[in-house]
């Protein structure tokens, strides 16, 4: 992963997009390890559901992604 990250900033030299694919992947794993917690809840939940969030940051951090 660090091979990557490298890479990809020496092709870009821009450090926003460094910090957006990290931030991307960070977020991939907490998504990966949130689901093998949890595998009951295979099903995307509605956007009403009060169990939807993992977390408030996290799922600022997701929507702004977008």
Do not use: C, G, H, Q
């Amino acid at each position: 992963m660090t091979a990557v990250l490298v890479l990809l900033y020496t092709t870009t030299r821009s450090v926003d997009t460094l910090v957006s694919v990290t931030t991307a992947l960070v977020l991939n794993r907490a998504n990966l390890v949130a689901e093998a917690l949890n595998p009951s809840s295979n099903r995307r939940p509605s956007l009403n559901s009060p169990t939807r969030a993992i977390s408030p940051t996290l799922e600022f951090a997701k929507r702004s992604m977008r």
